[in-house]
Structure formats: structure tokens, C-alpha cells
């Protein structure tokens, strides 16, 4: 490493530690590059794969108004997808590029998204537990040090706070709803509830790229510090109204005032990561059948556009 | 209710469906348009279609009793009075934005006479519905004419699509049972005026996109009759709703 | 060729006392659908007066820090019958709010988007100036006037799109917390 470049690297990071942010065209070392475009992209995909297990609820939705919602949600998961994309073709990498690594399963995403939904309280689920881990996240990366990441996770932040609160709405009713709806709300929350901590990734002590992430502003807590966090307001909400965590371990522990969830099942996380989930095959199938049919339509309007120019 | 009104409860129930029907099939391709941007775009016009079904659903409670919820789950097939256009599925993009483009030009037409109606709700919710169709019917009648111009495959499927749509846009202007009895009162316009001022912008643009229209017979039926697809349709629906029927949601 | 098609940089005015401000791109085939798209991917919620596109490879950006890296980097052959053109100019002109970045600033006339920054940083001042963009005018395509009722006040009528509409979450949270 020779001297421009050590200086380069200690003003770049002096930048950061004044609380700049870091734009298109800024001088950043390749690593950062790299690091953000993993991650915006792995973010993007989520999002977009996302879409799926609710969009398939909304063709079934029992209530006008619930319908309407459901479809502003997915739609706004595609924004979001957009405003990721956005962000990461900022740092030099096209769509095309993370499409086709995300098409021929090259490109990982949010695990969460291999779960099946099997009843319509998985929608309400989803958006209270689900989006509520994806908040907490997503307030962190607002803080990000590169300027086109802070700004969609910003506006992302903004347009999720619904996405929570319209499922807690439904939850909510459910739990104090007929005998049925109670069952489904509860049979939810046992399937959701250990997906969704997985969520903020491996313990802290598992993951080697939190140290280099924090340092560089992309990062401002670990995974376990989320997560505690996440665990200790839902678990009273859920208590609240007679729901049951599926966790015969959890403990409040009035020393701390933290609740003490039981041991994680990893080896189940890591089989769903690598991609054996119950419904990667069948998600990644959709998304490339819609990437195909799609084809002619998209050539149609270049083709257009051509002739016009 | 008065003659008049029964009348009136009717045309708002057909429509509502209208609307409801077609945010279903629009909504069928969240997830899988053909980009991104698309999706979000057509999510949008879903949602839209969707506010207006619930607006002329409650004109039509306010006169005939009953919520907008129970008329749109708990109803069989033969009693929605949805034109058939509008229950087709959704098939390919080409076939979508053309049954959208048809319609909103249909609903412009509809809308710039609704908008005066002696009915003042009715004339309001009219307003404000075409408002949104306005902007519906730029969007769609910029892909028309983009895939209908685009390349050999966009033309011949909006083609294919034109011809299968066609005999289906003569419903739209088909008069209800009770037609008479609103177009007296000034309440809506005559179904044959809406349908020149329909023809008047859809023949140019289908022609301006090197489409042809097919000589088709022109069968006209009542909106009372539907196709096995509609049965499909809300058997999915309404399926939800249906498990639990004492239930809110 | 199979692509996601161009980028299009979108400019949202939220109200008319405001500056268009970069807010992100879409991807689209030409520049009426880009508007079009732009509206729907970037105006599903409040407020927006008016939207402009532009595509994005016509647009000249420069940083504070590439600037300063390369004091030659105005130098350049100008061809002499290159004609005078109108050049937008944007700034990013804050580090602290999260949601800033170029802002429209003023016009100049130039005769290539190198000079046309230039003649910018000499009218506008170079301090406290991060980010400097450059688009041509006749690259810009813009929502036009009086269609504010059908492009932009449906987003507003959209309410359940809103937290507010659902109620307190943080209530049972706080109510929650109290009892333990």
C-alpha cells in the first residue's frame, strides 16, 4: 500500500468519522465499493422476492379495504426494490448484472423471503414481525455513510412505518376476533417468530465482516444489539394480547430488563440461506418465468424508442 | 325505492363491479410484470380502479342498503353486473394494456357526461374518477401505441389480442333494462353517445398503432350474463371471506 | 438485445416555492414513458407540483473532491463553432439531512457542460458546495402545467398509504412498559 493511497484511505475515513457522506464520484476504496454493492443488492433482491409471499394473498383478500392496503404494500416493496437498485447501480454495477445473479441463483437475498404463507394472518404477521425487524434495520442504514444508500433507506423508513402498523392492525383484531381468527393469528406468530430473528443475521461473535462495516459508517449496530432490541418490545406486545411466543426458554430477566430468548436453530438458518428453503425454488422460478416472459415486451418499447430517436 | 332509484342502485352496482373485476385481473400481475417500474405502475391503476369500485359501491348502499364488503364476497356470479371484458383473464402484457386502454377510454367517454349528472353524489364521485382516469389513459394509450408499433411479435400479439377483445367492447355500450328511465331523468347519458365519443378516440389510435379493427358481429348482452370465468374468479375471491363469514377482517 | 433500458434521472418540485431536487432514477424506453414511470414509482405519496427526467448519460457531475483532486479539470478543446446551449445546474449544498442531495440552482449558457460548471461555480461560489451537476435544458423533459389534479393530487387522496391512519402503535408499547 503505498503512501497516496494510505493518505487517500485516512482522509476517506476522516470523512466518515465527521459525519459526510460519501457520493457518487468520491474517491472510496475498493473494499467499501464492494462491501455496499453486496449489500444494496442482497437488499434489493430482498425486496423484490418479497413481494411475492404477500402479493400471492392479494387475489384472496376478504375485505375491500384490506385489499387495497395489500396491494399498496407489494407495490411499495417493488419501490423499494427500485430505490435499492437505484442505489447500487450508483457504484458502478447495472441491472442487468444484479438481475442475472439474482435469476440463476448467483445473488443471495433476505432468507426470511423462503417461508411459505399459508394462511392470511401470515399477511398481518409479516407486516408486524417481519417489516418490524426490517425497521429496525433499515433506521440503522439510514445512518449510512454513503450518501444514495442513506437516502433510500430514508425514504424507505418513511413509507415502511405502514407496512408495520397496518399488521399489527390485523393481529391485533384477530387475537380478539372469532375462534378461528384467533387460531390462524396464533398459528402465525409460531411459524413467524424464529424466521424473524434470523432476520438480523448470525450472532456477533459468527460475523466476521461487523468490525470493517462499522468502522466505515455502513454499520452503527450488531446484530445481537438489534435484535435484543427487537425481542424486547415485541415480546410484551404479543403478551398484550394473548398471543404466545413459540419459545418455551423465553425469560424476562428483571436484572437487565432484557427478555432472554432460547438458542437459535442455525443449522436451520444456514440450510435456508444456502438456498434449500422450503420456497426458494418455487420464488426464484416466478421471478425468472416473469424476467422471460417479459423479454419481448421490453425489446418491443426499445425497438419504439429507436425508430423515434 | 322509487323507479328511478332502483334504476340507479342497478347502474352503480354495474359500475362498481366493473371496477372491482378489473383490479382483481390487474392486480393478478404484482410480481411478475415485465420490469419493475411496471409493476409499480400497474399496482397503481390497480389501486385506483379499486377506490373507485368501493366509492360507487357506497352510492349504491346509500340507496339499496347493505355494505360494499358483503356485496363483494358473499354474491355469486349471477348476480355481479360486470361486463365480460372486464372478466377475461389476464392473459399476456399485450392483452392487458388493451383491455385497460379500451376500458378507460370507455370510462372517459362515461365520466365527461357522469361528471354533469342530476345526481349530485354520482356527479362528484365522477369527478373525482376521472381525475385518475385522465392519467389511466395516457399510460395505457402510450403502450398501445408502443407495442402495437414496436416490433413484428409486440404487433402481432396486440393484433391477436384487438381481435379477441373487439366483440367484447360492444357491452359497454349495451342500455341496462332500466336505461330509459335514468337517461330521462339526466342522471346518465345515452349509451349510443358514449359509445361515438369512445369510437371517436380508440378507431384513430388503434389505426395510429398499424392495428386493425376486426369486422366482428356485434352481440349484445346483459350485463346479467358472465362467462365461467367469472365463477373462477371470485371462487378465489371470496374464499377467504367465505371460511369465516361472521368474521371482520 | 434484452436490457432493463436507460436510466432517467427524476427532479420532484414538492411545491412551487422549492427547487426541483434529484430524488432518484427510473428505467425507461423513452422520455414519455420516463415521465410517466417517474410519476409512478416516484409521487405515490404526497406532495409533488411538478417532475422532470433527463437521461442519465447527459448528465456532467463533478464532486467537491474530484475537483479538488484535479485542478485541470476544466481544461478542454471547445470546437470553435460550438454553439451556446442552457445548462441546468444542480448542487448538493448540505451534509447533514440524509434526504439532500442536488438541488436546482440557477441556469447558465455555455458551450459544453465543462464550461457551463465553470461559469456556475464562478456565479454560484464554490463554498460549502459538494456535489455539481450539469444537464443540458433540451435533455430535460418536463411534467407540463395544469395537470396537477390528475397526476399528483391522487397521491394525496391515498390516506391509507399513511402511518397516521392506523392508530398509535407506540400506545400499547408505552402502556406496556408502565405496567411492568
Redesign the interface.
Given at each position: 500500500m503505498d503512501n497516496t493511497y494510505a493518505q487517500k484511505l485516512a482522509e476517506f475515513e476522516a470523512r466518515i468519522a465527521r459525519?459526510?457522506?460519501i457520493?457518487?464520484?468520491?474517491?472510496m476504496p475498493e473494499e467499501y465499493r464492494r462491501q455496499l454493492i453486496r449489500m444494496i443488492s442482497q437488499h434489493a433482491h430482498s425486496e423484490?422476492v418479497g413481494?411475492?409471499p404477500e402479493?400471492a394473498w392479494?387475489?384472496?383478500?376478504?375485505?375491500?379495504?384490506?385489499?387495497?392496503?395489500l396491494?399498496?404494500k407489494?407495490?411499495?416493496e417493488?419501490?423499494h426494490?427500485?430505490?435499492l437498485?437505484?442505489a447500487a447501480?450508483t457504484l458502478g454495477i447495472?441491472?442487468?448484472e444484479m438481475?442475472e445473479a439474482l435469476l440463476t441463483g448467483r445473488a443471495k437475498y433476505s432468507s426470511i423471503f423462503n417461508y411459505p404463507t399459508l394462511t392470511?394472518a401470515d399477511v398481518g404477521m409479516i407486516g408486524w414481525l417481519v417489516d418490524g425487524a426490517a425497521i429496525k434495520n433499515q433506521t440503522m442504514l439510514?445512518?449510512c455513510s454513503y450518501?444514495?444508500y442513506?437516502?433510500?433507506?430514508?425514504?424507505i423508513c418513511a413509507?415502511e412505518?405502514?407496512h408495520?402498523?397496518?399488521g399489527?392492525?390485523?393481529i391485533v383484531?384477530y387475537a380478539s376476533?372469532?375462534p378461528?381468527?384467533r387460531a390462524m393469528a396464533q398459528d402465525a406468530l409460531n411459524r413467524w417468530w424464529w424466521p424473524s430473528l434470523m432476520m438480523f443475521g448470525p450472532h456477533d461473535a459468527d460475523s466476521p465482516n461487523s468490525p470493517q462495516l462499522i468502522r466505515w459508517g455502513i454499520k452503527t449496530k450488531t446484530n445481537d444489539e438489534l435484535r435484543q432490541e427487537f425481542v424486547d418490545?415485541m415480546v410484551?406486545?404479543f403478551?398484550?394480547i394473548g398471543l404466545q411466543i413459540p419459545d418455551p426458554d423465553l425469560k424476562f430477566d428483571p436484572a437487565t430488563g432484557h427478555w432472554r430468548i432460547g438458542p437459535i436453530d442455525w443449522e436451520h438458518f444456514w440450510q435456508v440461506v444456502k438456498g434449500n428453503g422450503p420456497m426458494n425454488a418455487e420464488r426464484l422460478a416466478?421471478r425468472r418465468?416473469?424476467h422471460e416472459?417479459?423479454?419481448?415486451?421490453?425489446?418491443?418499447?426499445?425497438?419504439?424508442?429507436a425508430?423515434?430517436a | 325505492m322509487t323507479e328511478i332509484e332502483r334504476a340507479l342502485a342497478e347502474k352503480l352496482l354495474a359500475l362498481a363491479d366493473d371496477e372491482?373485476i378489473l383490479a382483481?385481473r390487474n392486480?393478478?400481475w404484482?410480481?411478475?410484470?415485465?420490469?419493475?417500474?411496471e409493476?409499480?405502475a400497474l399496482?397503481?391503476i390497480?389501486?385506483d380502479e379499486?377506490?373507485h369500485?368501493?366509492l360507487y359501491?357506497e352510492l349504491h348502499c346509500a340507496l339499496a342498503g347493505g355494505t360494499?364488503?358483503r356485496l363483494?364476497?358473499f354474491r355469486e356470479a349471477a348476480d355481479f353486473r360486470n361486463v365480460q371484458l372486464v372478466e377475461l383473464p389476464k392473459g399476456?402484457?399485450a392483452f392487458t394494456m388493451l383491455r385497460q386502454y379500451l376500458f378507460d377510454a370507455y370510462e372517459l367517454a362515461l365520466l365527461a357526461q357522469l361528471t354533469h349528472s342530476a345526481h349530485r353524489p354520482l356527479a362528484e364521485v365522477a369527478a373525482k374518477v376521472r381525475n385518475e382516469e385522465l392519467y389511466h389513459y395516457k399510460h395505457t394509450g402510450a403502450w398501445v401505441?408502443?407495442?402495437g408499433?414496436?416490433?413484428e411479435?409486440?404487433h402481432c400479439?396486440m393484433q391477436t389480442a384487438l381481435n379477441e377483445l373487439w366483440p367484447y367492447t360492444a357491452q359497454l355500450f349495451t342500455p341496462g333494462a332500466d336505461e330509459e328511465v335514468l337517461v330521462k331523468a339526466g342522471i346518465t347519458p345515452p349509451p349510443a353517445e358514449v359509445r361515438e365519443a369512445w369510437a371517436a378516440k380508440v378507431l384513430p389510435w388503434l389505426e395510429a398503432a398499424n392495428l386493425s379493427i376486426p369486422l366482428a358481429p356485434t352481440v349484445t348482452l346483459r350485463r346479467a350474463e358472465h362467462t365461467p370465468h367469472l365463477t373462477r374468479l371470485l371462487a378465489?375471491?371470496?374464499?377467504?371471506?367465505r371460511?369465516?363469514p361472521?368474521?371482520?377482517? | 438485445?434484452?436490457?432493463?433500458?436507460p436510466?432517467w434521472e427524476v427532479f420532484k418540485q414538492d411545491d412551487p416555492q422549492q427547487p426541483h431536487r434529484s430524488i432518484?432514477?427510473?428505467?425507461a424506453?423513452?422520455a414519455e414513458?420516463a415521465l410517466l414511470i417517474a410519476r409512478d414509482?416516484h409521487v405515490?405519496?404526497p406532495d409533488c407540483a411538478s417532475l422532470w427526467v433527463a437521461r442519465a448519460d447527459c448528465i456532467t457531475?463533478?464532486?467537491a473532491?474530484?475537483i479538488a483532486?484535479d485542478p485541470n479539470w476544466h481544461i478542454e478543446n471547445i470546437p470553435p463553432d460550438a454553439p451556446m446551449q442552457l445548462y441546468l445546474i444542480f448542487q448538493?449544498t448540505s451534509?447533514?439531512r440524509?434526504?439532500t442531495?442536488v438541488a436546482h440552482v440557477g441556469d447558465v449558457e455555455a458551450r459544453s457542460p465543462r464550461e457551463a460548471l465553470r461559469l456556475a461555480m464562478e456565479r454560484f461560489g464554490t463554498n460549502k458546495v459538494?456535489?455539481w451537476w450539469a444537464v443540458p435544458a433540451g435533455a430535460i423533459t418536463r411534467s407540463e402545467a395544469g395537470v396537477e389534479a390528475s397526476w399528483f393530487a391522487p397521491a394525496r387522496e391515498?390516506k391509507?398509504?399513511?402511518?397516521s391512519?392506523?392508530?398509535d402503535?407506540g400506545g400499547?408499547?408505552a402502556?406496556?412498559?408502565r405496567n411492568?
Open positions: 459525519g459526510e457522506k457520493e457518487p464520484g468520491d474517491w423484490i413481494m411475492l402479493g392479494i387475489t384472496s383478500a376478504p375485505s375491500l379495504r384490506r385489499k387495497l392496503i396491494i399498496a407489494v407495490q411499495d417493488a419501490g426494490g427500485q430505490y437498485y437505484h447501480e447495472t441491472r442487468e438481475l392470511w439510514a445512518h450518501g444514495p442513506s437516502r433510500a433507506m430514508v425514504r413509507e412505518a405502514f408495520q402498523k397496518q399489527k392492525e390485523m383484531k376476533g372469532t378461528a381468527q418490545e410484551p406486545e403478551h398484550a416466478a418465468k416473469a416472459e417479459g423479454r419481448w415486451v421490453r425489446e418491443a418499447l426499445a425497438a419504439y424508442a425508430r423515434m | 372491482l382483481h392486480s393478478e404484482t410480481g411478475h410484470a415485465p420490469i419493475l417500474e409493476d409499480i399496482a397503481n390497480a389501486q379499486l377506490g369500485a368501493m359501491y360494499p364488503d363483494a364476497f399476456d402484457w401505441r408502443r407495442l408499433l414496436g416490433t411479435e409486440s400479439r378465489e375471491m371470496q374464499s377467504v371471506a371460511s369465516d361472521a368474521a371482520e377482517w | 438485445m434484452d436490457t432493463q433500458w436510466r432518484g432514477t427510473v428505467h424506453p423513452d414513458m414509482v405515490r405519496r457531475a463533478l464532486t473532491e474530484e483532486a448538493k451534509q447533514r440524509a434526504m442531495y459538494f456535489v391515498k391509507y398509504k399513511q402511518q391512519e392506523y392508530g402503535v400499547l408499547r402502556k406496556v412498559r411492568l
